[in-house]
């Protein structure tokens, strides 16, 4: 019975070559778009990443002169003049050896060997990366990255 | 369907089913071919892949100039003496730049550089270029207000600019920089003795323009090595302020101080008067001023030499401190006469008491009682015409004429024994000192106490050169001093501290010229350690031609004023008090 109705619908079809070959083409013409996009994403996906990489990587050149800059800046407002004028400026004067005292602190050696705690064996512990990624999970990523770029385009 | 014979009877469907296996064949063979050539090129000679690679990258591959950071330079506190700040290359890319866009981007270039604004117009307006330079160099300011507008063919390149926060502070004793073909180059001090550390490495690194390969990062290590140096920023401070106070008080055309650990040679202050502004050389006109004369200023010493003349006799047995001599008031040597520094005569004078009273004729008879070969060998011991091999460029030898010189007489003997007619640098002086203050150990100065790479610390170990004396020679000597300081009627009152045991030597030394000595100049000068029993700062103080003459009077008030400074700075309790916790075992600390 199923045969019979699969006979009957390829004569009704009109099975011949060129339908033959229409059937290999469009699926293949199909499969072939999925793959072009697919790496069409994959590669948009890759500039875009290395984008963000080159903006960071500015960025954190930039982070980086700029604390350059910054000690420089703090060093010249420590300076001893200015330190000086300053804590003239708030009453202080300078001092003299007659301003200080000196103690003994009974035991204390400050050459002694330092107690340093021991390592505790668990920081020791490497956590292993976990592979979690799922077919279903990475096609859902393509299509997301994919999204992005058509929005970024769009905006 | 109709179908054609052929006069061999064959029909075109026979013939095609006969020559269709040679199609395919060939077909096949020329397939085969081609895959093994494509197979062929996966497994090339190494040489002929390398062209290849090289043929590839030059299609998608662009060279990129990374310069290196030059490493920063700290005070032993960790307190930056030199750094690096940025500053900004301005320029444009007019093709970048819409025709109705560039009045307004010359306007806001001209308002935030002070550019005219018409001629700014015309760069871009007029060059069809790719890139035209509009400033450098731009301070940072003015540059984040440029970026900030994020104008389209505007183009900010960060230049690293070395910078001295602390101005003119230690500037001969840091250096500067100067740019160099490919990076910038120390000149003087430890920019220069330091250069290949502090400098990094420039970068020639390859960028590939495919946006989907991996960006390249810069290589962390290119970036040069931190320096620490032994200079303390706040002793160095106080030391370069005293030395100008001193010159302007005294009217000195110059002067050195050198404050120094004899323990491990570490410098804690050098200066010397007039010094520069490292962030402002174009503006320094006698280059003179570049020098550092506290390292290659050669001087004759005078009466501190007595201190040598002395350590060298007691060390080498030639006398005791009870050895005496008649003291006349004149000594004829290799036909000169020497005379004290007072004219006097003082009868028997022990040795103790020639070196208290800085008598001439006492010094001169001990050498001669040494003979020539002992007193220059414990000359040369002490380092009297050799370089210290501080760690920084431009040092001085000094000069030492030896018996066998051309220009060697004898009387040399008598006079370099109070230091006339021998030259040393401030640093050697006070090196040869530091060798009495540190037991008889003469130690290396050093200016640099750390190489800080990443997170690897090199710290320089402290080196001696030599044992110059015995520990016992070094300790007779410090009493001399001690009693040289603080005797009664010819002692230095004036660097006395209270509190503190000080060993010092005053040195007045006429100034030579070309046709002899220069009449009512002298350099005064000053060293002393302390605390005597266990000394942690030796300290040297120079001054040129001050007016009060003497060393005595106006080197020694500044080496107080400078020692009461440091027991503060350094922690040096009254040596009533450290030697109160050192007997009760403990460990002093600061309130």
Same mark, same amino acid.
């Given at each position: 019975?199923?045969?019979?109705?699969?006979?009957?619908?390829?004569?009704?079809?009109?099975?011949?070559?060129?339908?033959?070959?229409?059937?290999?083409?469009?699926?293949?013409?199909?499969?072939?778009?999925?793959?072009?996009?697919?790496?069409?994403?994959?590669?948009?996906?890759?500039?875009?990443?290395?984008?963000?990489?080159?903006?960071?990587?500015?960025?954190?050149?930039?982070?980086?002169?700029?604390?350059?800059?910054?000690?420089?800046?703090?060093?010249?407002?420590?300076?001893?003049?200015?330190?000086?004028?300053?804590?003239?400026?708030?009453?202080?004067?300078?001092?003299?050896?007659?301003?200080?005292?000196?103690?003994?602190?009974?035991?204390?050696?400050?050459?002694?060997?330092?107690?340093?705690?021991?390592?505790?064996?668990?920081?020791?512990?490497?956590?292993?990366?976990?592979?979690?990624?799922?077919?279903?999970?990475?096609?859902?990523?393509?299509?997301?990255?994919?999204?992005?770029?058509?929005?970024?385009?769009?905006? | 369907?109709?179908?054609?014979?052929?006069?061999?009877?064959?029909?075109?469907?026979?013939?095609?089913?006969?020559?269709?296996?040679?199609?395919?064949?060939?077909?096949?063979?020329?397939?085969?071919?081609?895959?093994?050539?494509?197979?062929?090129?996966?497994?090339?000679?190494?040489?002929?892949?390398?062209?290849?690679?090289?043929?590839?990258?030059?299609?998608?591959?662009?060279?990129?100039?990374?310069?290196?950071?030059?490493?920063?330079?700290?005070?032993?506190?960790?307190?930056?003496?030199?750094?690096?700040?940025?500053?900004?290359?301005?320029?444009?890319?007019?093709?970048?730049?819409?025709?109705?866009?560039?009045?307004?981007?010359?306007?806001?270039?001209? +308002?935030?550089?002070?550019?005219?604004?018409?001629?700014?117009?015309?760069?871009?307006?007029?060059?069809?270029?790719?890139?035209?330079?509009?400033?450098?160099?731009?301070?940072?300011?003015?540059?984040?207000?440029?970026?900030?507008?994020?104008?389209?063919?505007?183009?900010?390149?960060?230049?690293?600019?070395?910078?001295?926060?602390?101005?003119?502070?230690?500037?001969?004793?840091?250096?500067?920089?100067?740019?160099?073909?490919?990076?910038?180059?120390?000149?003087?001090?430890?920019?220069?003795?330091?250069?290949?550390?502090?400098?990094?490495?420039?970068?020639?690194?390859?960028?590939?323009?495919?946006?989907?390969?991996?960006?390249?990062?810069?290589? @962390?290590?290119?970036?040069?090595?931190?320096?620490?140096?032994?200079?303390?920023?706040?002793?160095?401070?106080?030391?370069?302020?005293? %030395?100008?106070?001193?010159?302007?008080?005294?009217?000195?055309?110059?002067?050195?101080?050198?404050?120094?650990?004899?323990?491990?040679?570490?410098?804690?202050?050098?200066?010397?008067?007039?010094?520069?502004?490292?962030?402002?050389?174009?503006?320094?006109?006698?280059?003179?001023?570049?020098?550092?004369?506290?390292?290659?200023?050669?001087?004759?010493?005078?009466?501190?030499?007595?201190?040598?003349?002395?350590?060298?006799? %007691?060390?080498?047995?030639?006398?005791?401190?009870?050895?005496?001599?008649?003291?006349?008031?004149?000594?004829?040597?290799?036909?000169?006469?020497?005379?004290?520094?007072?004219?006097?005569?003082?009868?028997?004078?022990?040795?103790?008491?020639? +070196?208290?009273?800085?008598?001439?004729?006492?010094?001169?008879?001990?050498?001669?009682?040494?003979?020539?070969?002992?007193?220059?060998?414990?000359?040369?011991? $002490?380092?009297?015409?050799?370089?210290?091999?501080?760690?920084?460029?431009?040092?001085?030898?000094?000069?030492?004429?030896?018996?066998?010189?051309?220009?060697?007489?004898?009387?040399? %003997?008598?006079?370099?024994?109070?230091?006339?007619?021998?030259?040393?640098?401030?640093?050697?002086?006070?090196?040869?000192?530091?060798?009495?203050?540190?037991? @008889?150990?003469?130690?290396?100065?050093?200016?640099?106490?750390?190489?800080?790479?990443?997170?690897?610390?090199?710290?320089?170990?402290?080196?001696?050169?030599?044992?110059?004396?015995?520990?016992?020679?070094?300790?007779?000597?410090?009493?001399?001093?001690?009693?040289?300081?603080?005797?009664?009627?010819?002692?230095?009152?004036?660097?006395?501290?209270?509190?503190?045991?000080?060993?010092?030597?005053? @040195?007045?030394?006429?100034?030579?010229?070309?046709?002899?000595?220069?009449?009512?100049?002298?350099?005064?000068? $000053?060293?002393?350690?302390?605390?005597?029993?266990?000394?942690?700062?030796?300290?040297?103080?120079?001054?040129?031609?001050?007016?009060?003459?003497?060393?005595?009077?106006?080197?020694?008030?500044?080496?107080?004023?400078?020692?009461?400074?440091?027991?503060?700075?350094?922690?040096?309790?009254?040596?009533?008090?450290?030697?109160? %916790?050192?007997?009760?075992?403990?460990?002093?600390?600061?309130?």
């Amino acid at each position: 019975m199923t045969q019979d109705s699969f006979q009957h619908t390829l004569e009704r079809f009109g099975w011949n070559t060129r339908n033959q070959a229409l059937a290999l083409i469009v699926p293949g013409l199909l499969i072939a778009l999925v793959f072009a996009g697919l790496y069409l994403s994959q590669v948009a996906s890759f500039a875009t990443t290395n984008r963000q990489i080159e903006e960071l990587i500015a960025e954190r050149d930039r982070l980086e002169r700029q604390n350059e800059q910054l000690r420089g800046e703090i060093a010249a407002l420590e300076t001893m003049p200015r330190l000086l004028s300053h804590a003239e400026g708030l009453g202080f004067r300078p001092a003299t050896a007659t301003d200080i005292e000196y103690y003994v602190i009974d035991g204390y050696n400050p050459n002694r060997s330092r107690t340093v705690v021991p390592p505790d064996a668990n920081d020791n512990f490497q956590q292993a990366a976990v592979y979690d990624e799922t077919f279903s999970g990475w096609l859902q990523q393509q299509w997301d990255s994919l999204q992005q770029q058509f929005a970024n385009f769009g905006g | 369907m109709a179908t054609t014979t052929t006069r061999t009877g064959l029909t075109q469907t026979d013939i095609i089913n006969r020559r269709l296996p040679l199609v395919i064949l060939f077909l096949v063979v020329m397939a085969s071919f081609l895959l093994v050539r494509v197979s062929q090129y996966q497994w090339l000679p190494p040489e002929v892949e390398r062209e290849f690679q090289l043929r590839s990258a030059q299609n998608t591959n662009s060279v990129r100039r990374l310069p290196a950071e030059r490493g920063v330079i700290y005070d032993r506190d960790g307190q930056p003496l030199a750094v690096n700040t940025i500053q900004y290359e301005i320029g444009v890319s007019p093709n970048l730049i819409l025709s109705d866009r560039r009045r307004e981007v010359a306007a806001n270039l001209g +308002l935030i550089l002070g550019l005219d604004e018409f001629a700014l117009y015309q760069q871009i307006d007029l060059q069809e270029q790719s890139w035209v330079l509009v400033a450098r160099p731009v301070t940072a300011d003015l540059g984040q207000q440029i970026a900030d507008l994020d104008m389209l063919g505007v183009v900010i390149n960060p230049l690293s600019k070395r910078f001295y926060p602390q101005g003119t502070l230690a500037a001969p004793l840091i250096g500067f920089v100067i740019e160099a073909e490919n990076n910038t180059r120390g000149a003087i001090g430890v920019e220069g003795s330091y250069n290949a550390q502090l400098a990094g490495r420039v970068l020639e690194q390859e960028v590939s323009n495919v946006p989907f390969q991996l960006p390249t990062d810069a290589d @962390g290590s290119q970036r040069g090595m931190d320096v620490v140096l032994t200079i303390d920023r706040d002793v160095q401070f106080w030391v370069e302020f005293e %030395l100008t106070k001193a010159v302007q008080e005294t009217n000195a055309t110059g002067g050195s101080i050198i404050v120094m650990n004899p323990r491990n040679g570490d410098i804690l202050g050098m200066a010397s008067y007039p010094g520069f502004d490292a962030n402002n050389i174009a503006g320094i006109e006698d280059p003179k001023l570049l020098q550092n004369p506290a390292i290659s200023g050669v001087y004759e010493p005078g009466s501190v030499m007595k201190v040598l003349t002395m350590a060298g006799a %007691l060390n080498s047995g030639t006398i005791t401190p009870q050895w005496t001599y008649n003291d006349q008031g004149v000594l004829n040597v290799g036909g000169i006469a020497v005379q004290n520094w007072d004219r006097s005569a003082y009868g028997i004078v022990d040795a103790t008491t020639a +070196l208290a009273k800085s008598l001439n004729i006492g010094m001169a008879t001990i050498a001669l009682e040494m003979g020539q070969e002992r007193f220059y060998t414990a000359l040369r011991d $002490f380092g009297v015409g050799q370089r210290t091999g501080v760690d920084l460029p431009g040092e001085e030898s000094g000069i030492l004429k030896v018996p066998g010189d051309p220009d060697w007489s004898e009387s040399n %003997l008598a006079t370099n024994s109070f230091g006339q007619g021998v030259s040393l640098t401030p640093l050697q002086m006070i090196t040869a000192v530091s060798a009495i203050a540190n037991d @008889g150990l003469m130690m290396q100065p050093r200016v640099v106490l750390q190489i800080v790479d990443g997170e690897n610390v090199v710290n320089a170990q402290p080196s001696a050169i030599r044992r110059v004396i015995t520990a016992e020679t070094a300790e007779i000597v410090t009493q001399m001093m001690i009693r040289a300081v603080t005797e009664e009627g010819g002692g230095v009152p004036l660097a006395q501290i209270p509190g503190y045991v000080i060993a010092g030597k005053t @040195g007045t030394a006429e100034i030579p010229s070309p046709t002899g000595y220069e009449f009512g100049t002298s350099i005064a000068s $000053f060293i002393g350690f302390f605390p005597a029993d266990d000394p942690q700062v030796i300290i040297l103080i120079k001054l040129d031609r001050p007016a009060g003459y003497w060393g005595s009077q106006v080197a020694a008030p500044i080496f107080k004023r400078m020692a009461e400074r440091l027991v503060l700075l350094l922690g040096i309790p009254t040596d009533d008090v450290r030697q109160a %916790l050192t007997a009760a075992g403990g460990i002093v600390t600061e309130r």
